[in-house]
Protein backbone atom coordinates (compact mmCIF):
# COMPACT_ATOMS: atom_id res chain seq x y z
CA UNK A 1 0.00 0.00 0.00
CA UNK A 2 1.12 3.37 -0.92
CA UNK A 3 -1.25 5.85 0.20
CA UNK A 4 -3.90 6.39 3.49
CA UNK A 5 -6.48 8.92 4.29
CA UNK A 6 -5.92 9.03 8.32
CA UNK A 7 -9.71 9.72 9.26
CA UNK A 8 -9.62 10.52 12.97
CA UNK A 9 -12.05 11.82 15.72
CA UNK A 10 -13.96 10.97 18.61
CA UNK A 11 -16.44 9.04 16.76
CA UNK A 12 -18.64 9.98 20.29
CA UNK A 13 -21.14 8.60 18.76
CA UNK A 14 -20.55 7.58 14.90
CA UNK A 15 -23.05 8.77 12.66
CA UNK A 16 -24.15 8.42 9.20
CA UNK A 17 -21.83 12.04 8.25
CA UNK A 18 -18.51 9.88 9.56
CA UNK A 19 -20.14 6.83 7.21
CA UNK A 20 -20.46 9.17 4.07
CA UNK A 21 -16.65 11.07 4.54
CA UNK A 22 -15.44 6.72 4.22
CA UNK A 23 -17.69 6.33 1.11
CA UNK A 24 -16.37 9.48 -0.19
CA UNK A 25 -13.03 8.63 0.43
CA UNK A 26 -13.18 5.16 -0.45
CA UNK A 27 -13.73 5.92 -4.02
CA UNK A 28 -11.06 8.32 -4.76
CA UNK A 29 -8.52 6.40 -7.03
CA UNK A 30 -5.75 7.98 -5.53
CA UNK A 31 -6.12 6.48 -1.85
CA UNK A 32 -5.53 2.81 -1.50
CA UNK A 33 -6.89 2.62 2.25
CA UNK A 34 -9.26 4.44 4.63
CA UNK A 35 -7.71 4.20 8.47
CA UNK A 36 -10.65 5.26 10.40
CA UNK A 37 -8.83 5.93 14.09
CA UNK A 38 -10.75 7.21 17.65
CA UNK A 39 -9.33 8.71 19.49
CA UNK A 40 -9.20 7.80 23.50
CA UNK A 41 -9.99 10.95 24.40
CA UNK A 42 -9.51 13.89 21.98
CA UNK A 43 -6.44 16.44 22.83
CA UNK A 44 -8.84 19.30 23.17
CA UNK A 45 -12.00 17.92 25.64
CA UNK A 46 -11.72 16.56 29.12
CA UNK A 47 -13.90 13.49 28.96
CA UNK A 48 -15.99 11.56 26.21
CA UNK A 49 -19.50 10.21 26.72
CA UNK A 50 -19.06 6.67 25.72
CA UNK A 51 -15.81 4.93 26.50
CA UNK A 52 -13.08 4.31 23.57
CA UNK A 53 -13.42 0.50 23.79
CA UNK A 54 -16.80 0.87 22.92
CA UNK A 55 -16.85 3.52 20.23
CA UNK A 56 -13.60 1.09 18.57
CA UNK A 57 -16.25 -1.60 18.65
CA UNK A 58 -18.93 0.00 16.94
CA UNK A 59 -16.81 1.13 14.12
CA UNK A 60 -15.16 -2.38 13.58
CA UNK A 61 -18.78 -3.61 12.70
CA UNK A 62 -19.58 -0.48 11.30
CA UNK A 63 -16.60 -0.84 8.53
CA UNK A 64 -16.43 -4.63 8.70
CA UNK A 65 -17.26 -5.49 4.66
CA UNK A 66 -15.73 -2.52 3.48
CA UNK A 67 -11.89 -3.95 2.46
CA UNK A 68 -10.68 -0.58 1.32
CA UNK A 69 -11.05 0.13 5.50
CA UNK A 70 -8.85 -0.49 8.15
CA UNK A 71 -10.40 0.55 11.86
CA UNK A 72 -6.88 1.16 13.80
CA UNK A 73 -7.13 0.80 17.79
CA UNK A 74 -3.88 2.93 17.76
CA UNK A 75 -5.14 6.18 19.93
CA UNK A 76 -7.53 3.53 21.90
CA UNK A 77 -4.26 1.22 23.04
CA UNK A 78 -2.40 4.18 24.40
CA UNK A 79 -5.09 4.75 26.46
CA UNK A 80 -4.24 8.50 26.76
CA UNK A 81 -4.53 11.73 24.96
CA UNK A 82 -2.90 10.83 21.33
CA UNK A 83 -1.46 13.97 19.14
CA UNK A 84 -2.28 12.99 15.18
CA UNK A 85 1.23 13.77 14.77
CA UNK A 86 2.04 10.70 16.75
CA UNK A 87 -0.46 8.53 14.89
CA UNK A 88 0.98 10.21 11.24
CA UNK A 89 4.68 9.46 12.48
CA UNK A 90 3.38 5.81 13.27
CA UNK A 91 1.70 5.98 9.70
CA UNK A 92 4.46 6.53 8.17
CA UNK A 93 5.95 2.95 8.63
CA UNK A 94 3.62 1.68 6.12
CA UNK A 95 2.38 4.27 3.35
CA UNK A 96 4.09 6.67 1.20
CA UNK A 97 2.09 9.06 1.44
CA UNK A 98 -0.35 9.98 4.37
CA UNK A 99 -3.40 11.67 3.73
CA UNK A 100 -5.08 13.62 7.06
CA UNK A 101 -8.96 14.07 6.58
CA UNK A 102 -11.04 16.81 8.88
CA UNK A 103 -13.91 18.26 8.70
CA UNK A 104 -14.59 21.80 7.88
CA UNK A 105 -15.34 22.73 11.12
CA UNK A 106 -11.72 21.41 12.92
CA UNK A 107 -10.09 24.80 10.44
CA UNK A 108 -10.41 27.54 13.10
CA UNK A 109 -8.41 25.73 14.93
CA UNK A 110 -6.10 23.49 13.25
CA UNK A 111 -3.15 25.34 13.54
CA UNK A 112 -3.78 24.65 17.64
CA UNK A 113 -3.17 21.43 17.13
CA UNK A 114 -0.09 19.89 18.32
CA UNK A 115 3.41 20.70 16.39
CA UNK A 116 0.91 21.76 13.53
CA UNK A 117 3.86 23.35 11.64
CA UNK A 118 5.42 19.16 11.39
CA UNK A 119 2.15 18.05 11.30
CA UNK A 120 1.60 20.10 8.04
CA UNK A 121 4.83 18.69 6.26
CA UNK A 122 3.84 15.08 7.10
CA UNK A 123 0.79 14.96 5.05
CA UNK A 124 -1.86 16.46 2.79
CA UNK A 125 -5.02 17.58 4.33
CA UNK A 126 -8.13 16.48 2.73
CA UNK A 127 -11.29 18.12 4.16
CA UNK A 128 -14.98 17.11 4.25
CA UNK A 129 -17.29 19.90 3.86
CA UNK A 130 -19.57 21.18 6.23
CA UNK A 131 -22.63 23.57 7.76
CA UNK A 132 -21.18 25.95 4.23
CA UNK A 133 -17.27 26.59 5.71
CA UNK A 134 -15.01 27.66 2.90
CA UNK A 135 -11.95 25.89 2.64
CA UNK A 136 -9.12 27.61 1.78
CA UNK A 137 -7.66 26.36 -2.15
CA UNK A 138 -4.75 24.46 -0.91
CA UNK A 139 -6.68 21.58 0.90
CA UNK A 140 -8.02 19.03 -0.98
CA UNK A 141 -12.00 19.26 -0.51
CA UNK A 142 -14.13 16.46 -0.08
CA UNK A 143 -18.15 17.04 -0.75
CA UNK A 144 -20.31 15.18 1.96
CA UNK A 145 -23.80 16.69 2.06
CA UNK A 146 -24.81 15.70 5.49
CA UNK A 147 -25.83 17.42 8.47
CA UNK A 148 -25.40 15.75 11.19
CA UNK A 149 -23.16 16.01 14.73
CA UNK A 150 -22.23 13.89 16.79
CA UNK A 151 -22.80 16.46 20.17
CA UNK A 152 -26.59 16.90 18.78
CA UNK A 153 -27.11 12.77 18.78
CA UNK A 154 -25.21 13.11 22.42
CA UNK A 155 -28.30 15.32 23.57
CA UNK A 156 -30.85 13.71 20.86
CA UNK A 157 -30.21 10.00 19.61
CA UNK A 158 -32.28 9.58 16.59
CA UNK A 159 -31.38 6.00 14.95
CA UNK A 160 -32.24 7.00 11.18
CA UNK A 161 -29.01 9.17 11.43
CA UNK A 162 -26.82 6.00 12.90
CA UNK A 163 -25.15 3.62 10.55
CA UNK A 164 -27.71 0.60 10.31
CA UNK A 165 -25.25 -2.09 11.17
CA UNK A 166 -25.64 -0.91 15.04
CA UNK A 167 -27.94 1.53 15.27
CA UNK A 168 -29.87 0.17 18.06
CA UNK A 169 -26.96 -0.46 20.38
CA UNK A 170 -25.37 2.90 19.57
CA UNK A 171 -29.00 4.36 20.86
CA UNK A 172 -29.96 2.54 23.46
CA UNK A 173 -26.44 3.26 25.35
CA UNK A 174 -26.62 6.81 24.72
CA UNK A 175 -30.38 6.81 25.60
CA UNK A 176 -29.08 4.98 28.75
CA UNK A 177 -26.60 7.54 29.49
CA UNK A 178 -28.56 10.75 28.90
CA UNK A 179 -31.06 8.98 31.49
CA UNK A 180 -28.60 8.45 34.12
CA UNK A 181 -27.65 12.48 34.00
CA UNK A 182 -31.13 13.70 34.18
Known amino acids: ?10 F ?4 LGHTAVVAALSNLDYIDKVVVMPTYLNPFKES ?3 PATLRLRWLK ?9 EVSSFEVDKNRKVATLESVTALQ ?10 GADN ?4 EQWHNFEALE ?19 KKLVVDLRVASSDLRKHIECSKLPPECAKE ?6 EQNAKQN
Request: no cysteine.
Open 107 to 110: LAHL
Open 48 to 50: FAA
Open 61 to 69: KIFANNAKV
Open 121 to 139: KMVEFIVATRDGITIPSHY
Open 12 to 15: DPPH
Open 1 to 10: MKTVALYGGS
Open 170 to 175: IAHYYK
Open 93 to 102: KEYEKIYLVI
